[in-house]
């Protein structure tokens, strides 16, 4: 860690685990699209999410996926990087996929939330990773340079990120997951 100005995280499958059926949520979402007689454009769940503006649905496939993330982050697990966190004198951040209030929930639970100085969740900034905006925010929120910090996380979409925003990339574990 030495070199750096300040740390991002990923938060699921990086800090913690959140309590989360995933293929419930995209049966969920779903649901919105046949309710809405509208054809989703597959089965993936971020697939359906990024078209959902397109069609009149996004407030409605967010609020149905954040719902979710608030219950799983309430009864989520803490994973080992959330000790690294709190050893690290760093300044602190979380760049996620979930939705922000989730990351926040999840900090609280795993009382993590103190050692984190900026948080940036999937509708923070209006775009999410792997587009570089989400973490170049967490980064300028550090008062750090995309060059001098480091994002950890459990992704090839975390890498991809990282890579389009400038900032030095760690895989937690044996290497990417599969989101």
């Known amino acids: 860690m ?9 938060l699921d499958g990086t800090l913690v685990e959140l ?3 995933w293929d419930a949520v995209a049966v969920d979402v779903r649901e919105i699209y046949h309710r809405a007689d509208v054809e989703p454009p ?4 971020w697939g359906m999410l990024e078209a959902a ?8 496939v967010e609020s149905a996926i954040a719902a979710h993330e608030h219950d799983g982050a309430r009864t989520s697990n803490r994973l080992a990087h959330a000790d690294d966190l709190l050893e690290r004198s760093l300044p602190a ?9 989730a990351c926040r929930i999840a900090l609280e639970e795993h009382a ?13 900034v ?54």
């Open 42 to 45: 597959g089965d993936g769940l």
């Open 2 to 10: 030495t070199g750096y100005d300040a740390v991002v995280y990923d």
């Open 126 to 179: 209006g775009t999410w990773k792997p587009d570089p905006e989400p973490l170049l925010a967490t980064v300028r929120e550090l008062d750090a340079d995309p060059e001098q910090a480091l994002f950890i996380g459990d992704s090839a979409r975390d890498q991809r990120t990282a890579e389009r925003a400038g900032v030095d990339f760690e895989y937690v574990g044996e290497g990417p997951s599969g989101v």
């Open 93 to 101: 951040g979380v760049c996620s996929l979930n939705c922000e209030r």
């Open 19 to 21: 309590d989360v059926d």
């Open 53 to 60: 503006g397109d069609v009149g649905l996004a407030s409605d």
């Open 112 to 124: 993590l939330a103190p050692a984190v100085d900026a948080v940036v969740g999937r509708d923070t």
